[in-house]
């Protein structure tokens, strides 16, 4: 259980996977507002039915938006979104929103909800996106235990009940047990009345030098 705690910023130790580095500033004082306007762009371009005027402004307004951005485009690493630790999700639109309450070597614990972007049918969040939260918390666990960044080598997610839209849930898990490069990881989500929605377990590989 206690093997390889220690922490290293080596990269050395992370396979073939590019170093990483928080996002200077938090990704400055607007970056926050740009990702979120976004989610709730997804979550309006796919739960509203507006007439064919509104949706060509719409569709100009978001070639213009995406125009403004294009020449910006940077290397996997030196890009804002997903390196900004204090905000939902890092900072990145494939991550949920959520936000970590929990951070250390005994295991993580992660809020949010399921949006309406998140839907799947009758009222319930989408199977698929469920797989992304937990490979997500589990990656920050085992960073969170000292191991180096790692690949899934399988996710096995056990539905429990149905997964409801636009209410808290929590998140939690830990490292069970080290073995050499694997690390055997186990989480449980629950909504505010602990009743459980899903849990799931996986292995987390730790990759060899420049593995991909
Ligand atoms: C997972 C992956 C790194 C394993 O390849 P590898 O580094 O060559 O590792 P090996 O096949 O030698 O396996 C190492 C150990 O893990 C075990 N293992 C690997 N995959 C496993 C699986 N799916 N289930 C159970 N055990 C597994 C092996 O049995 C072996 O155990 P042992 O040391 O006790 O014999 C590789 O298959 C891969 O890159 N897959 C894609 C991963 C991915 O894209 N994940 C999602 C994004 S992170
Ligand atoms: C400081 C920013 C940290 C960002 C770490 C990103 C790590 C990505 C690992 C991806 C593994 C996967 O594909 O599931």
């Known amino acids: 259980m206690s093997e390889q ?39 309006l371009a796919v739960s509203t039915a507006p007439p064919a005027d509104v949706v060509k ?13 294009e020449p910006h485009r940077v290397p ?24 970590i309450e929990k951070f250390d070597d005994t295991g993580v614990r992660s809020t949010g909800v399921f949006r309406r972007f998140h839907l799947g049918g009758n009222g319930a969040a989408h199977g698929g996106t469920l797989p992304l939260v937990f490979d997500d918390l589990f990656g920050m666990i085992t960073h969170a235990y000292g191991r180096p960044i790692s690949r899934t ?14 209410r808290k849930l929590v998140i939690e898990g830990q490292v069970d047990r080290v073995e050499g490069r694997k690390t055997f990881v186990s989480a449980r989500m629950v ?19 420049g593995q991909p």
């Open 5 to 43: 705690r220690e922490k290293t910023d080596d990269y050395d130790h992370h396979g073939g996977f590019p170093v990483y580095k928080a996002a200077e500033d938090g990704g400055g004082p607007d970056f926050g507002r740009l990702i979120e306007a976004l989610r709730t762009v997804q979550d």
């Open 57 to 69: 402004r719409a569709a100009d307004q978001a070639e213009a938006l995406a125009a403004l951005l």
């Open 76 to 99: 996997e690493g030196a890009q804002i979104g997903g390196r900004c630790m204090n905000l939902p999700g890092r900072g990145s639109l494939l991550m949920l929103p959520w936000t």
């Open 153 to 166: 080598a399988y996710l096995h997610v056990n539905y429990r009940s149905v997964t409801p839209i636009n």
């Open 191 to 209: 909504d505010e009345n602990g009743v459980l929605v899903a849990d799931c377990e996986a292995l987390m590989l730790v990759l060899l030098p």
